[in-house]
């Protein structure tokens, strides 16, 4: 994208792609390198493609999605209500209750919805909390600190501004619904107004937007529950205790911690406490980690296992094996966050946004103090709250501690942050009734609505910025997470391309994998004509499903110990089907090799000690498949096209030139 056509655009339309080859133009005057290729062989509609994403895209390309769901809901309700709201009252109103024996559970269909089914909404919350703490942006303990501090000042600023505009008031005390970020409908505003933002802008935002999730949940349980009975509360923390007690013992059954988890919802529903807070606690205690290479071995085992002998027993061994090589955050995040974002959240809201509006509801709700004040909160105080703890926090530590995006995005990314929906409207129902509760929820509708636009008006404005200027205000100089944690040594690492390029891409690839084989060509493509790049192979073979590439791989170092690694290299991906000794001696010799030295290599296995380091490299950063992709020690999500892959090298050098 030239500077002339984003100047002209209407709405932000920057991808990382587009930015960096802006940069690149500005910097290296390489127009004809940095245009944007159409079609190919290899362009990302190709079948072999895999579309290999993190939880975290998924998360949050889930959440976007359900953002129009969810919105389509609140339009409804509100047709829904204006057209009968007796029908829409007595609806959810319907009581519904559950016996057990003496024991029952007795609630309206509102507060089921409220207090039970979004019990799995934070269920989902928690264990995206905890997968970020895991493995996430957070695993990084010092970047903890930032996210805290913008999500607690921007909770705080909003509630100040509320209760000044309330005081006096009744509606003072629904303070928290003031204060709280929707996730889902921030994202969606976000894939709206700048469809092709950089990820990172979204992961800035929900690390902020989690500890917001988090706090809000305590201030549920706290300020927003009924009188307290203690002996429910205890027996709700002895289940809790007793999820702990099953984790450290190993136990795996998951009908356990659904039944004990019902029971522990149960049990806080009884004592007062918002059961919901059930669903976080559970989601919080949930561990998160990434597939090791071992497990994906005795996965491999257990079905060549069932494979040669088909019973029932070894179906369930393989079975569980395959399933303990998951994390079961993953496991329950695969399976919960569908139905949370697509059926339980827009239910919350077709179950609480309808209010009757008519002109004089309209005339006396705005000018009301607790619409007012919600409206002032969101619009004024989650832009200044987040963004100015963010700018404060960097001051005061000159830098150290810093957004990992530019000033431009945490504008917007605090302007969104404004759009508070699902906890806003539920602490609502829960402190407010009648009048007020309508004008309540008209404030909230109408921040939706106004920092939506807010944040559109912010990144367009970001869009007018010289193209040098705009880079760096959407992504920053901040250092960028180093995944790859064995770095590149020159002097043992196999590497293609100048030392001095600003872009260095390593593959962990297994000469017999078909994937390597097919991405192959997308990287040489990627080494011709973008000609600025260090490229480097380190060995991952997978011997459990590719009996020949550990042979094949020492034949490509026995190949490099007589300098010719990189034709051996080649010429292995070129014929995967014919791996065999007979075949790899016979590469040697057209490629006028010392056979006999070359075989005695081999069968010596005078290579194998670079393999095995390789493979211990691979293991510390967590790589347990093929092909993986590191760009500048950034580990590389998606496609493996040429198009793909040429995105993250123009990112990477964009980077890499901001921070120079």
């Not at 002339?4 to 209407?10: D, L």
Request: charged content about 20%; hydrophobic content about 50%.
């Amino acid at each position: 994208m030239s500077e002339s056509s984003s100047e002209a655009s209407n709405v932000i339309e920057v991808s990382e792609a587009d930015m960096a080859a802006a940069a690149a133009e500005e910097t290296a005057g390489e127009d004809a390198q940095l245009s944007e290729d159409t079609g190919g062989p290899f362009s990302q509609k190709t079948a072999w493609v895999r579309r290999m994403e993190t939880p975290l895209r998924s998360f949050l390309r889930t959440e976007t999605g359900s953002a129009s769901v969810m919105a389509a809901a609140t339009v409804l309700a509100l047709i829904w209500a204006n057209v009968s709201i007796s029908s829409y009252d007595r609806f959810w109103a319907t009581q519904l209750s559950v016996f057990v024996g003496s024991g029952s559970v007795s609630l309206d269909l509102r507060e089921f919805v409220n207090s039970g089914l979004m019990a799995l909404f934070f269920l989902v919350v928690g264990l995206e909390a905890r997968r970020e703490f895991d493995v996430g942006e957070l695993r990084v303990r010092s970047r903890l600190t930032l996210p805290l501090l913008v999500g607690l000042t921007g909770m705080a600023v909003p509630i100040v501004i509320f209760l000044i505009a309330n005081a006096g008031h009744p509606a003072v005390h629904g303070w928290g619904m003031a204060m709280s970020t929707d996730t889902a409908f921030a994202l969606g505003a976000l894939a709206l107004v700048g469809r092709r933002l950089p990820d990172r802008v979204r992961t800035y935002l929900l690390t902020f937007s989690v500890v917001d999730d988090l706090t809000a949940l305590v201030i549920i349980a706290i300020f927003y529950s009924e009188h307290i009975e203690m002996a429910a509360l205890a027996w709700g923390i002895g289940f809790i205790v007793l999820v702990l007690v099953l984790r450290a013992r190993g136990n795996r059954n998951g009908i356990f911690y659904l039944l004990i988890g019902i029971a522990a919802w149960v049990a806080f529903l009884k004592s007062g406490v918002d059961p919901i807070v059930v669903g976080l606690i559970f989601g919080l205690l949930t561990y998160a980690y990434s597939a090791r290479r071992e497990s994906l071995e005795q996965a491999s085992e257990a079905f060549r296992l069932f494979r040669e002998q088909p019973t029932a027993e070894l179906a369930q061994s393989a079975r569980d094996v395959v399933r303990t090589a998951i994390s079961p955050n993953d496991r329950l995040a695969q399976l919960f966050h569908p139905w949370t974002s697509y059926v339980i959240v827009p239910l919350f809201a077709l179950a609480n946004a309808g209010i009757v509006l008519n002109t004089q509801f309209l005339a006396q709700a705005y000018t009301a103090p607790v619409t007012l004040g919600i409206i002032a909160a969101y619009l004024v105080g989650k832009p200044l709250g987040t963004a100015g703890c963010a700018w404060l926090v960097s001051k005061l530590t000159h830098g150290r501690v810093r957004p990992s995006v530019g000033w431009g995005a945490v504008a917007g990314a605090g302007a969104v942050a404004g759009i508070g929906f699902t906890v806003s409207l539920l602490i609502a129902s829960l402190a407010l009734h009648g009048n007020v509760l309508a004008e309540a929820k008209l404030g909230i509708l109408s921040a939706v609505v106004a920092s939506a636009f807010l944040t559109w008006a912010i990144f367009r404005l970001v869009n007018k910025l010289p193209v040098r200027t705009r880079l760096r205000a959407l992504l920053g100089t901040a250092e960028v997470i180093t995944d790859l944690v064995v770095p590149v040594d020159p002097e043992r690492d196999h590497i293609r391309g100048p030392e001095t390029s600003l872009v260095t891409l390593v593959e962990y690839g297994d000469f017999e994998c078909p994937y390597c084989g097919m991405a192959e060509p997308a990287v040489r493509e990627l080494l011709r004509d973008y000609g600025e790049i260090r490229y480097v192979w380190r060995h991952l073979p997978l011997t459990d499903v590719h009996p020949n590439a550990q042979l094949a791989a020492e034949a490509a170092e026995a190949a490099g110990r007589q300098g010719a690694f990189w034709e051996m290299h080649d010429l292995l991906l070129d014929h995967q089907d014919a791996l065999h000794p007979r075949d790899l001696i016979g590469y040697a010799a057209s490629l006028d090799l010392d056979t006999e030295r070359f075989a005695a290599d081999l069968r010596q296995h005078a290579g194998g000690m670079h393999v095995e380091e390789d493979l211990e490299s691979a293991d510390l950063s967590s790589v347990s498949g093929t092909p993986t992709f590191f760009v500048n020690g950034k580990r590389h999500y998606g496609a493996y096209d040429i198009e793909t892959l040429k995105k993250a090298v123009k990112l990477a050098k964009a980077r890499a030139l901001i921070s120079a």
